[in-house]
């Protein structure tokens, strides 16, 4: 995924962000989608990258998951009165420009997009 990334122009802040994103749903995939569950799998990684963005894909057979539907978390409350939990998927989500979830058939899939931000539209 490092080198989508450094192909795709990723500034080192969005490559870091994604990486992040990324890391956290798989790790939430292997953890609560394969080994709690009692299941063994894989996660399939698919990367593409066109003009405007880089889109990862990551693809298990795990437990069915949305994390778009996940707990919201009161991020305003004092973490002493937060329940525990869903703070890696709330940073996940909101560490890429777009993220969108897919169930097809009996497989999740986790979509991150990052924008590229090309020189000349004064981006950094």
């Given at each position: 995924m490092q080198a989508a990334a450094a192909e795709a122009g990723l500034n080192?802040?969005?490559?870091?962000?994604?990486?992040?994103?990324v890391d956290e749903v798989a790790t939430n995939?292997?953890?609560h989608g394969y080994a709690e569950a009692g299941r063994e799998g894989t996660v399939d990684v698919m990367t593409d990258a066109d003009n405007d963005h880089l889109t990862v894909a990551l693809e298990d057979s795990g437990?069915?998951?949305?994390?778009?539907?996940?707990?919201?978390?009161?991020?305003d409350r004092p973490v002493e009165e937060?329940?525990?939990?869903?703070?890696?998927?709330?940073?996940?989500?909101?560490?890429?420009?777009?993220?969108?979830?897919?169930?097809?058939?009996?497989?999740?899939?986790?979509?991150?997009?990052?924008?590229?931000?090309?020189?000349?539209?004064?981006e950094a």
């Open positions: 080192t802040k969005d490559a870091y962000r994604l990486a992040l994103a995939i292997i953890t437990v069915a998951f949305d994390p778009t539907e996940a707990r919201q978390l009161d991020i937060r329940k525990a939990g869903g703070m890696g998927i709330y940073l996940a989500i909101r560490g890429v420009d777009r993220f969108e979830y897919q169930r097809v058939g009996s497989k999740n899939r986790n979509i991150f997009i990052m924008n590229r931000r090309h020189a000349s539209s004064g």
